[in-house]
């Protein structure tokens, strides 16, 4: 791998996200990373995690990490980031819902992480398509999300929409 890239894959729940970023992971690489982002919260979400890992299968080197993505070195690697909504929840959670300390602290960790010659895979979510919450945790939360995306999505070469399945592609940089 000579160059960096950076693709963000967005969309609403069970729309084919983590599917399609994985297919891509693989049609570029036959040993990608995938670095997980989730906390484990309960038993059934520790299983559903298990259940995952084991669908992926041998290829994939597996990573968890909470929050300091610019700790792991994957220069010369393809790694999907799944996903950038419960990595932000993460940062979201320790600042006890600041959105501007959240967002200086991700857009930091993401500059530094992507720094390295790789091919990253950003998996995230459009929160801001359901529609505004009366609940004012959950809208300064969706609010983060839609400015981590947008950051992510400026610095992409790529960004895929993914409905009902269907990859569309918003963003294409020409080489």
Known sequence: MNSMKIILVTGGQRSGKSSYAQKLALSLSANPIYLATSAVWDEEHRQRIERH?????????????????????????????????????????????????????????????????????????????????????????????????????AASDEVVLMVSGIPMIIKQKQY
């Not at 992480?113 to 398509?129: D, H, K, R, S």
Request: one cysteine or more; hydrophobic letters at 40%; charged letters at 20%.
């Open 53 to 153: 890992k084991r669908y992926r299968g041998p290829e994939w080197t597996n990573i968890e990490e909470l929050k300091d993505l610019q700790k792991i070195d994957v220069a010369g690697r393809v790694v999907v980031i799944d996903c950038v909504t419960l990595w932000s929840t993460n940062f979201f959670s320790e600042t006890n819902g600041d959105v501007e300390l959240s967002l200086a602290a991700i857009t930091e960790s993401f500059e530094a992480f992507t720094q390295q010659n790789a091919t990253f895979i950003f998996v995230t979510n459009e929160l801001g398509l359901g529609g505004t919450s009366n609940n004012d945790l959950q809208r300064r939360f969706t609010d983060l999300l839609g400015w981590v995306n947008q950051h992510i999505a």
